[in-house]
């Protein structure tokens, strides 16, 4: 494929799409096929297939490890866990959070019957603005659920204090986090609790999983319990559960993965290297960092489109990368306070969350992006920024699409 340099080239305007199959964000991050089998075939060879088997304990063990936790309790996905956590702590009315976040933030409290309350994020980390959130605490309020987006870490100090100031729980939500360090230590060690999400796109995979991981034994405890329908001793329950449990085929999934985490971190840093340098320079756009003097997993490459500059907004980047078989993700717009039932119900404005929505793209990274592809897809985003506003006239020239406006 040869480069493109003309507007005409692109897909978008009815040139070739520069890649044949389509390009991912969030491919999973499998490790070595055959290690996995071995341990699937361990189990059946056992017969031992969920409630806390083999597998999962060492899945656990391993997590607990990296995130320098004493205590670590698989489950099916993160959303259960933020789920288990807030029962396991008894969480009632307001959880204050940020809206620029996965939904399942939000909606894992709001189906327990919480209401999330979302603060605006710091400009500094884009995590929850520490500053905010005692306006936003009322009577009602019973904890913050803060977010390490994309695996940067919040202001984890100035949260404590916040928290601890108020008599709140604070529980992160650290589905990004994993393999991450704040001034060296590693997440899944702040606040009372952390959860980690193991799904499918995410830096380490267990098909579906996810964990909680505490230094509290009392909490981590009632969370095994209550992951498992409440039972405590064999099959009696001492209190109200569900049923939150890690299969050992995800966990042989997550244990293979593990093992390639190095790997895949050294590929992600790599990556992120690559598109630094391709992109340098570029004007309107900026490559979200990592802070150097910290471990990161680097699992996820976001860039940001100022279309005050560029001329093209970020909409129209990801549409001409679409076209090009480049799946980039819009990673997280909008807001959670702009999506129902969240925006009809409790309308809030807030400026610095609404602003970075609008701008970023999470573009195809992970081990299974070449170093070439990252040039491809770099040399096009060149393109069409470099030619924004030619871009966004010839788009708008277009015979509209039948899609609505
Ligand atoms: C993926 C994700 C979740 C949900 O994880 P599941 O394991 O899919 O339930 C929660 N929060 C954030 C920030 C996420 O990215």
Redesign the pocket.
Known sequence: MTMKRNLGDLAVFGGPSAFLQPLHVGRPNVGDRARFLDRVNWALDHQWLTNGGPLAREFEQRVAELAGVRYCVSTC??????QLLARAADLSGEVIMPSL??P??AQ?FRWLGLTPVFVDIDPATNCLDPDLIEAAITPRTSAVVP?H?WGRPCAVDRLAKVAADHGLRLFY?A??GLGCTSEGQPIGGFGQAE?F???A??VVNAF???AVVTDDERLAQRVRAMHNFGFTQGRVSTETGTNGKMTEAAAAMGLTSLDAFEETVRRNEANHDDYRSELAGLAGLKVMEFDRAERNNYHYLVVEVDAAVTGVHRDLLDEVLRAENIMCQRYFSPGCHEMEPYRSERPVSLPHTERLARKVLALPTGPTVSREDIRRVCDIVRLTLERGHEVTRRADERVPSTTAP
């Open positions: 996905n993160a959303t259960v866990a933020l976040t996965f399942a933030t894992a977010v987006l939500d589905a990004h959860v999400s193991f799904h796109t995410k579906e999983g996810g």
